[in-house]
Nanobody
Framework: QVQLVESGGGLVQAGESLRLSCAAS????????MGWFRQAPGKEREFVAR??????STYFADSVKGRFTGSRDKDTVYLQMNSLKPKDTAVYYC???????????WGQGTQVTVSP
């Protein structure tokens, strides 16, 4: 099993920045990717970013490309969110892939609210 603990959400104004953190513990050797998803009220959960656990490889959804960046320090990944927009308001979830390559592990979620 892998445990994920997120932190760093909050309330900001449009144009400001936030950094989310996700610390993995447990059987992290089995994880290939760690990633971020978000779910806004009344909408489905959507993919935001993916960070390789053992390299600097990253991949971002088009909706955040150029504004969000990702980084990693051992088994903690970070999502730096710049130039935030009200449409970025959502609960952000950290996730990790299991041995089968699917997103098997999820954090509890952290709220990000961007006011106009």
């Amino acid at each position: 099993q892998v445990q994920l603990v997120e932190s760093g959400g909050g309330l900001v104004q449009a144009g400001e920045s936030l950094r989310l953190s996700c610390a993995a513990s447990g059987r992290t050797f089995s994880v290939v990717y760690m990633g971020w998803f978000r779910q806004a009220p009344g909408k489905e959960r959507e993919f935001v970013a993916r960070i390789a656990r053992t390299s600097e490889s990253t991949y971002f959804a088009d909706s955040v490309k150029g504004r969000f960046t990702g980084s990693r320090d051992k088994d903690t990944v970070y999502l730096q969110m710049n130039s935030l927009k009200p449409k970025d308001t959502a609960v952000y979830y950290c996730a990790a892939t299991g041995l089968r390559g699917s997103w098997e592990y999820w954090g509890q979620g952290t709220q990000v609210t961007v006011s106009p």
